[in-house]
């Protein structure tokens, strides 16, 4: 299964919107890497760097949020540590398991799945928000 953006979950913000551009891109590299049977420290940086880029985005992201003072900025802090913990979680289980089976389908599943529905619910409020705040500054 290949983890591809989807134009639908454009927010018409660009920076965002590049943002999860990668996001996807990176999820797909890390899902290759782990069915590829690259080595283990080949996706033990993939994972890292993934959870890396993930801390980098959302800190821009709430930077953001705290820039414009939207409402919602706790709400979404709380879903970011949500992925950070399992990123944590879906790093040991590699590390402790190595590629098998579940961890493919839970990187798949739950990442992939989590993006989405961050990106539909979350991310879309915000960008509402700036939407919004342009509209009334006019």
Known sequence: ?????DPTLELGVPDLDRGHKEFFARVDNLVH????GFSRDEVG?????????AATHFAAEEALMRAVE???LAKHQSEHAGFARDMAALKAEYQRDGA???LIL?????????LREHICRTDRELAAFLREGQNSAR
């Open 70 to 72: 939207f409402p919602g």
């Open 100 to 102: 098998s089976p579940s």
């Open 45 to 53: 940086r993939t994972l890292a760097f993934l959870g890396s880029y």
């Open 106 to 114: 839970r990187v798949n599943v739950q990442l992939s799945g989590w």
């Open 33 to 36: 890497a782990i069915r590829g």
């Open 1 to 5: 299964m290949t983890i591809s953006w």
